[in-house]
């Protein structure tokens, strides 16, 4: 009888494990960041210390238990190398592993240059770096990560991997250094990049835990052979990512991938239960809304000097992103623009209603410059925004117009439309007399009809509504994947316009009607509410698109 019961025992056991639901998936991270470089060669940042804070806070609102923060001087390749390996022994099927790094990017000459990734490799430079008498602890190329997390991590883990810093790159538009705030996270410029060449570096000092890990040589592997990675990069190769202070200056300085990344899980959307990066209101984030919520993002918030990347692996756009999604807890509360008035003798008197500002200290802490000899107004991306601003009104129409601008920021979706400036898009100057067309682009995604409201802020705050006109009918947009809405030259007076797009399933009607009021005038403030409305109606239906439209003297 003793062995009928244990065999009975061991069967109960058995089936009780087979009917036990899966463990749940989890999010796990791993986050670096690294400020102090201890290197005469490379310059200190000041941002990957609060991007490392906000990024671990981000993680635990998201129920991660698991999470492994690295900081200057405790980041190397070993220790690296070591916390994805030992995350590779606690991490179950399903989970998600966010990756993080904040800091200094750099390329130098490969040491295997081949077709498919040329004759340059991208590194990342660690506390200590020093080109000319290199340690191979101090710096780790882009490939010894992609192996690292093929040789360790389980295949049925996603990776989500947010890289924000450059290798390359440069300004597509001149700055004017008068206002310039933004810090590039670049460790060598190009022309020195050019010059280095990496010592021989050590293949995985561990041992595999996939028996598909393949070849064990240092740089073996590419970001394409893992087939469960999603990778977000901070900017085009063609470049630089920057930091600043955000959302304003005297605010902390921010990667500014970093930033938009932890805005796009705080800030609640149209949908207020789910966070602003859930573009249709399904109450989840997937891969390809979070590409372009990030894209959309890092382009305003660098005055499209800096554009995000997105790749991941095919038939996975639509997959939800992470185990658990943060409840949004943080409103966006636009501060109030620090002003530098230039030549000022006496105190000035704002109109009525008008957006309310303060007095920087200096100008370094200034996000606007009013030069009044010159009579331009300045942003701190290093921009002449305005000419011909000669009086507090006309003053007055220009913060309004940017308080607009900076408040509908955070709304932005192109997920079902998108609106270009050509020939040269949004990062190039164009010069007086130069021909431009506004396209509005339909993304397929998403289906049925959309009415378009479209309309431009002008440098110096006035109001020119451009779509539907009386011969545009109800301004629907059908099925068609690409309307041409302006086409115009380009005259002064310069400065930085804003063409305002909103896609809805229904005629705005309260939206139009205040831009027809408006059309012609220095009238900007308003918008932003009527436009926060029909984007709320519209529950994840709708559509916002910004573009921005910079011209000046050649």
Not at 141 to 153: G, I, S, T
């Amino acid at each position: 009888m003793g062995e009928v019961r244990g065999c009975a025992s061991m069967l109960a056991a058995l089936l009780a494990l087979c009917i036990a639901p899966a463990a749940h998936a989890e999010t796990r991270a791993i986050l670096i960041g690294v400020s102090r470089y201890q290197s005469a060669a490379i310059p200190d940042l000041m941002g990957p210390a609060n991007d490392l804070t906000a990024m671990e806070r981000l993680a635990r609102s998201m129920q991660a238990s698991d999470v492994v923060a690295l900081r200057d001087g405790a980041v190397s390749r070993s220790s690296v190398e070591t916390a994805i390996h030992d995350m590779g022994l606690r991490a179950q099927p399903g989970d998600w592993l966010l990756f993080y790094f904040s800091g200094h990017g750099a390329q130098a000459l490969a040491q295997n240059p081949s077709d498919e990734d040329g004759a340059f490799d991208q590194f990342v430079p660690l506390p200590g770096f020093d080109p000319d008498a290199q340690d191979p602890e101090t710096f780790i190329v882009d490939k010894d990560f992609y192996a690292w997390m093929k040789r360790y991590l389980p295949a049925d883990v996603a990776i989500l991997m947010v890289v924000d810093s450059c290798h390359s790159g440069t300004m597509h538009r001149a700055i004017d250094p008068r206002s310039y705030a933004f810090t590039p996270r670049i460790a060598f410029r190009p022309g020195d990049a050019r010059a280095i060449t990496l010592t021989a570096r050590p293949g995985p000092r561990l041992g595999a835990l996939r028996s598909d890990a393949g070849e064990a040589g240092a740089g073996a592997t590419r970001r394409d052979d893992l087939p469960n990675l999603v990778y977000i990069g901070a900017s085009r190769d063609d470049q630089l990512a920057l930091e600043t202070e955000l959302p304003q200056e005297g605010a902390p300085q921010r990667g500014v991938l970093s930033y938009a990344f932890e805005q796009a899980f705080t800030l609640p959307g149209m949908v207020e239960t789910s966070p602003i990066a859930d573009l249709d209101g399904d109450g989840q984030v997937s891969v390809i809304e979070i590409g372009s919520y990030l894209n959309s993002q890092v382009r305003m918030l660098t005055a499209q000097r800096q554009e995000s990347t997105l790749f991941f692996p095919r038939d996975w756009a639509e997959r939800p992103l992470l185990s658990s999604l943060p409840a949004p807890r943080l409103d966006y509360d636009l501060p109030m623009p620090q002003v530098i008035i230039a030549g000022q003798d006496e105190v000035m008197t704002l109109p009525s209603g008008a957006t309310a500002w303060r007095l920087a200290a200096s100008s370094n802490d200034a996000d606007f410059l009013w030069v009044l000899s010159t009579r331009e107004v300045l942003r701190r991306s290093g921009d002449i925004v305005a000419t011909g601003i000669d009086s507090p009104l006309a003053f007055a129409g220009v913060m309004d117009k940017w308080q607009t601008v900076m408040t509908l920021r955070p709304l932005v979706s192109e997920l079902a439309m998108r609106l270009t400036v050509n020939p040269l898009g949004s990062d190039e100057l164009y010069p007086e007399g130069t021909r431009i067309s506004m396209l509005l682009a339909r993304v397929k995604r998403g289906g049925g009809n959309l009415h378009a409201t479209v309309f431009n802020l002008a440098s110096d705050g006035t109001v020119q509504f451009i779509y539907p006109l009386d011969a545009d009918g109800p301004g629907l947009l059908d099925n068609a994947l690409r309307q041409s809405l302006l086409e115009t030259v380009v005259v002064p007076p310069f400065g930085v316009d804003h063409v305002i797009a909103l896609a809805t399933p229904e005629p705005p009607e309260a939206l139009r009607a205040a831009l027809r009021n408006a059309d012609g005038q220095r009238a900007a403030a308003g918008l932003a509410g009527l436009i926060r409305s029909e984007l709320k109606r519209a529950r994840g239906k709708g559509s916002l698109s910004i573009a921005e439209l910079y011209t000046g003297l050649q």
